[in-house]
């Protein structure tokens, strides 16, 4: 075991939940009603960079950007104005 896998393994603490991934699925659940009518993407790249939109819009949208409200419209908008110089 290497040094930076020891110090890793002394700081980790190990969890025993039962329903651990039911959060990551309630999570994306959203994500997946919006993909589901475009499930036919032509390559791989494409389907990346568009999933990759989407879940960037559903962490703006539940407000886990540093900067930006939850549910506060005109603060997403400003962030997404200042991201890509667009009016959202």
Do not use: C
């Not at 075991?1 to 603490?13: F, N, P, Q, V």
């Amino acid at each position: 075991m290497t040094r930076t896998h020891e110090a890793l393994a002394a700081e980790t603490e190990l969890w025993q939940v039962k329903y651990l991934n039911n959060g990551v699925e309630q999570d994306h659940r959203n994500i997946k009603r919006i993909t589901k009518p475009m499930m036919g993407f032509k390559s791989f790249n494409s389907a990346r960079i568009t999933l990759s939109g989407i879940e960037a819009m559903n962490l703006i949208r539940k407000g886990q950007v540093k900067g930006v409200e939850q549910g506060s419209i005109v603060s997403q908008a400003k962030f997404i104005e200042a991201i890509f110089g667009i009016a959202a």
